[in-house]
């Protein structure tokens, strides 16, 4: 495993759980859930940057760049961080990472848009999502569903960081890598 991918995950450990959700208050004072997905990015950018770059890590991270919430036409979106050499060159492409924070939205265009980031024209040598706030045995469920027909040398550059919350409860975190995931027939 590549040490950018253990550099993430120690950066989604370093997130403070107020990221990881939010209550809102309306006008008549009932309160609601607010969707923190672009805060909790914004800290893991935040995070995963300090950790790029410190001193000991400069000869890997060398002539690479951190984006956040950059267009990427090939896939119709913008992914929420990518990790690569720039936008020009599609040689280095590091890791496109996503990242989702509701535990009921639907992952099935995530999942398609990490299996196009590491086809031949994005080329990236890791795509991740980071998906918070939802019962690994769930997303482990949908993961298994969706990709059985999935080539396994587009799985094993798949990943898979969970961070699962519970109130009063430490923040529980879990990396896999997709090819690694059984597959039921």
């Not at 008549?28 to 950790?51: C, G, M, V």
């Not at 939205?105 to 848009?113: G, I, M, R, S, T």
Request: aromatic content about 12%; glycine content about 2%.
């Amino acid at each position: 495993m590549e040490k950018c991918i253990i550099d993430l995950l120690c950066a989604v450990t370093q997130i403070d759980r107020r990221y990881y959700s939010a209550i809102g208050t309306r006008v008549d004072r009932t309160q609601y859930p607010q969707e923190t997905e672009a805060s909790f990015t914004a800290e893991l950018f935040h995070r995963f940057k300090n950790i790029i770059e410190m001193p000991i890590n400069c000869n890997y991270y060398d002539n690479l760049i951190l984006h956040y919430d950059i267009t990427k036409a090939a896939i119709n979106g913008r992914p929420d961080l990518v990790l690569h050499q720039s936008q020009e060159n599609t040689n280095v492409q590091k890791m496109f990472i996503e990242v989702k924070t509701s535990s009921n939205v639907n992952l099935e265009d995530d999942f398609q848009k990490l299996i196009t980031a590491t086809e031949s024209f994005l080329n990236f040598e890791n795509a991740i999502i980071i998906i918070a706030n939802r019962k690994f045995d769930l997303t482990k469920q949908l993961v298994s569903s969706y990709f059985r027909q999935v080539d396994y040398n587009i799985k094993k550059k798949l990943f898979l960081i969970n961070a699962e919350m519970q109130e009063d409860s430490p923040i529980e975190y879990n990396l896999f890598q997709f090819s690694s995931i059984r597959i039921q027939q």
